[in-house]
């Protein structure tokens, strides 16, 4: 489980606080108008960014000092979610060894990974020869491996065109569901949230608020998602 | 890095103190320096003018290949070059044979005016690539409403042009004037005797023919001076670094369409293209027929110099890596510092200072090599970052947050990520360190013994014991080594190497 404990996250000038609690293996929407602070509410999280007051705990521990790669967190970025001079086994196999000694078991698991979001074959092949969706997908095939318990996604999706995304969000809670982790997304369409979350953050003004069921917020939205909702 | 800066410039200064002053040779090298060096910096940034600009406006076929080869007199050994001046404007060169047909006297090219002559040679081309990079940065949309104005020709120059070069030209000169300054091959080759040697010469002379160590260590201490307080003024003034990146970006031109404006333009154009090409062509003609029967110590003195040249490459890497990484971490703004303290020292004052301090343990000309190959590093270092620096940052803001989110951090990412990406501009900065240790004729002739001998002092021996033919075929093959390693390190930087 993971905890916010009033904490503040400082980007910049800007500070998010937070004070609130994400039980396991749930599907979130991180919501709320531009600049409001969902990016730095997601990259506080995965330790981007510094908290400067309070504490972020997991199942009791307080992780707020943890550098980004000993947390149980998994990220998908907007973009370069790949390095785009490895193959695509390499991408993959990172998320099972950062330095990338991979025994023979952990490459059957790469190849596996790579058939299971539909990239059977496509091993050696570099990112720069493939397509958005395709990309996207062996970024999911690493998350898949590094199993990590918290997935956090800054709108890993948002330049792929509208029937892709809505492929990508289905596979993507399909692996959370077989992994058992706990989803925080941030969404920028209403349809994507209501799509495959069944929770819901919103950050307006500075603050993130506790978490109530997504189909509430978006039906009956408070006046300040209202105006960016534009409904 | 730092210490052996420091510690050479100690060992300078802790003997410098013992020395009795300046005297009047001392006077006259300091203001033949001062001399040269603004007459040098004066013509190149004035004849770079015209040519830039005729660059700028006109598209024609070669034009990139034009550009590209203003970059050549960067690895360019100075020694090669100096030869083939002679060749060409030297007492039995062609332009004294073609006096000689209409019975004019032959012209000379010993003196002032030579080593004004071949420091123009190898920074005009830098003074126009920094110029052209001032034309194409003024935006196309400018030139566009210029032409819907009418704007042509003279008022082009001083609406749209002028206030550019203002800007742009006094970094320029600047940049030249510093190195100008630490010249001290041209010199040695062109100049000397009391009306023509530089400080940087001077040095050598107390040093080689006195042995005045007292004396060399004053000359030096002011010779870091000068660099220092040159080099100050040029980082301040100066911006963009004139690789030629993205020079030869085509930019539509509206204006000079008259006959004159083109003729103007071709006359600098074929002027500068003769001036900078001719004396290599010269080198080769005149090279080509001794290549075959070549004395041997010519052989072994290239062989020597390959080993150099390895040597100090390896030697930038080792320092330039380790250096690159912690300034695009952002741990590293004294390490930045450090860098550019290799601009600052001149080679010959490490070397000085690496002379005396080595001196009282061993026989300096023992390292003679090894120290060559090391300062040859050390003057290559700022050159290095340049090219690293900007490219590891960019790796690290694009693809840093990855690598931590996978626990990358450290070793994994460096040897995965960053190493693999900047392997094209560890291939260039390779290859200039490499070429330019190649032909480096400086701190090797502080410490050589009769016996050893880079290609470039090899070369100098022979033109000294008037072996010209000799020495232009070793001209032409030293030309071919440093143009050949550069080429082979920066092509295996650019193999396999994705985006």
């Given at each position: 489980m993971l905890k916010l404990e009033s904490a503040t996250i400082r980007n910049g000038s800007f500070t998010l606080t937070a004070d609130l609690t994400v039980p396991d293996s749930t599907t979130i929407a991180v919501i709320g108008p531009s600049g409001a602070g969902k990016s730095t509410l997601i990259e506080g999280i995965a330790g981007f960014l510094p908290v400067t007051q309070g504490r972020i705990t997991w199942d009791g521990t307080d992780i707020t000092g943890h550098p980004p790669g000993s947390r149980p967190v998994a990220m998908l970025f907007q973009e370069d979610n790949l390095f785009p001079h490895l193959t695509l086994a390499q991408n993959v196999g990172l998320g099972l060894s950062p330095n990338l000694r991979l025994s023979q078991g952990d490459k059957t698991r790469v190849t596996a990974a790579l058939e299971r979001v539909g990239l059977a074959g496509m091993d050696t092949r570099k990112p720069g020869e493939l397509s958005g969706g395709q990309r996207s997908r062996a970024a999911l095939a690493r998350v898949m491996l590094q199993d990590k318990p918290l997935l956090l996604l800054d709108e890993p999706f948002a330049a792929l065109g509208p029937a892709l995304r809505m492929e990508m969000l289905d596979l993507l809670a399909e692996i959370a569901g077989e992994t058992g982790a706990t989803l925080l997304m941030i969404s920028h369409a209403p349809e994507d949230a209501r799509r495959i979350t069944t929770q819901a953050i919103l950050v307006a003004n500075g603050t993130a608020h506790a978490l109530q069921p997504t189909a509430d917020l978006l039906d009956d939205p408070p006046p300040v998602l209202r105006d960016y909702l534009g409904s | 890095m730092a210490a052996l800066i420091f510690g050479a410039l100690l060992a300078v200064a802790l003997r410098a103190e013992t020395g009795r002053g300046f005297n009047a040779a001392d006077w006259a090298a300091l203001r033949f320096t001062l001399v040269q060096a603004t007459l040098s910096a004066l013509f190149s940034v004035l004849l770079a003018i015209p040519v830039a600009r005729a660059l700028a406006r006109r598209r024609f076929r070669g034009r990139s290949l034009l550009i590209a080869l203003l970059g050549a007199p960067f690895i360019l050994p100075v020694i090669v070059a100096v030869l083939g001046l002679i060749e060409v404007f030297g007492r039995g060169g062609w332009v004294s044979a073609a006096l000689g047909t209409l019975g004019l006297p032959p012209v000379q090219i010993y003196g002032l005016h030579g080593v004004v002559l071949a420091h123009v040679f190898f920074n005009l081309p830098l003074a126009t690539r920094l110029v052209l990079q001032g034309w194409q940065e003024i935006p196309a949309e400018r030139f566009r409403l210029a032409a819907l104005l009418g704007i042509d020709g003279w008022s082009m120059f001083r609406v749209i042009e002028l206030p550019m070069l203002l800007r742009l030209v006094p970094g320029a000169f600047t940049v030249i004037f510093a190195i100008c300054l630490t010249s001290f091959a041209v010199a040695l080759t062109l100049g000397g005797g009391p009306r023509a040697t530089t400080i940087e010469l001077a040095i050598y002379q107390a040093f080689r023919f006195d042995f005045d160590l007292g004396r060399a260590a004053l000359l030096s201490a002011v010779q870091l001076g000068l660099t220092v307080f040159a080099g100050g003024i040029a980082?301040?003034?100066?911006?963009?670094?004139?690789?030629?990146?993205?020079?030869?970006?085509?930019?539509?031109?509206?204006?000079?369409?008259?006959?004159?404006?083109?003729?103007?333009?071709?006359?600098?154009?074929?002027?500068?293209?003769?001036?900078?090409?001719?004396?290599?062509?010269?080198?080769?003609?005149?090279?080509?027929?001794?290549?075959?029967?070549?004395?041997?110590?010519?052989?072994?003195?290239?062989?020597?110099?390959?080993?150099?040249?390895?040597?100090?490459?390896?030697?930038?890497?080792?320092?330039?890596?380790?250096?690159?990484?912690?300034?695009?971490?952002?741990?590293?703004?004294?390490?930045?510092?450090?860098?550019?303290?290799?601009?600052?020292?001149?080679?010959?004052?490490?070397?000085?200072?690496?002379?005396?301090?080595?001196?009282?343990?061993?026989?300096?000309?023992?390292?003679?090599?090894?120290?060559?190959?090391?300062?040859?590093?050390?003057?290559v270092l700022p050159f290095a970052l340049r090219i690293l620096v900007p490219r590891a940052r960019d790796i690290v803001a694009r693809q840093g947050r990855l690598g931590l989110s996978l626990g990358m951090a450290g070793l994994p990412f460096l040897r995965h990520v960053l190493l693999p990406r900047l392997r094209p501009q560890i291939g260039f900065a390779a290859g200039l360190a490499a070429a330019l240790s190649m032909g480096d004729l400086g701190v090797i002739t502080l410490f050589a013994d009769p016996d050893v001998a880079t290609l470039p002092l090899q070369i100098y021996r022979l033109m000294g014991s008037y072996q010209m033919e000799a020495a232009a075929a070793a001209s032409f093959l030293l030309l071919i080594l440093s143009f050949g390693v550069f080429w082979l390190l920066d092509r295996g930087g650019h193999r396999h190497a994705e985006t």
């Open positions: - | 980082l301040w003034l100066a911006r963009g670094e004139g690789f030629g990146s993205g020079l030869d970006r085509g930019l539509r031109r509206f204006d000079g369409k008259t006959t004159t404006a083109r003729c103007i333009d071709a006359l600098f154009i074929g002027v500068a293209a003769v001036f900078l090409l001719v004396p290599l062509m010269a080198i080769a003609l005149s090279g080509l027929p001794g290549f075959a029967d070549m004395p041997g110590q010519v052989w072994t003195a290239a062989l020597t110099s390959l080993w150099v040249a390895a040597l100090s490459t390896v030697l930038l890497l080792c320092m330039a890596l380790p250096m690159t990484t912690a300034i695009a971490t952002e741990r590293g703004r004294m390490v930045e510092i450090a860098g550019l303290l290799g601009l600052a020292a001149s080679p010959l004052v490490i070397g000085t200072g690496l002379f005396i301090a080595i001196r009282p343990y061993a026989n300096p000309q023992a390292f003679a090599l090894p120290v060559t190959a090391l300062v040859n590093a050390i003057t």
